[in-house]
């Protein structure tokens, strides 16, 4: 699963970087499809930018422990 971070500039939305959340091939596609995917996803407008995601694992499990990264300037950094 990718986390990606758009700028805006130039009246543009562009993808400034892109993160994998968790390991790779970490997640089973189809709890990822349904519409409790995202357990937790905060952000703010700060600079640097603090973000946590969850996810869902599947159903029986639950969800994930949140992911902490911050966004400095469109690029993500893994906290």
Request: net charge negative; hydrophobic share 35%; aromatic share 12%.
């Amino acid at each position: 699963m990718q986390l990606k971070v758009y700028t805006h500039g130039s009246g543009t939305w562009k993808e400034s970087d892109r993160v994998t959340v968790g390991a790779v091939d970490g997640w089973f596609w189809y709890p990822l499809t349904g519409s409790h995917a995202v357990c937790e996803f905060s952000t703010s407008s700060s600079e640097p930018a603090p973000l946590a995601v969850s996810l869902m694992i599947i159903p029986s499990i639950g969800c994930s422990d949140p992911v902490q990264y911050v966004v400095k300037q469109g690029k993500v950094y893994a906290e």
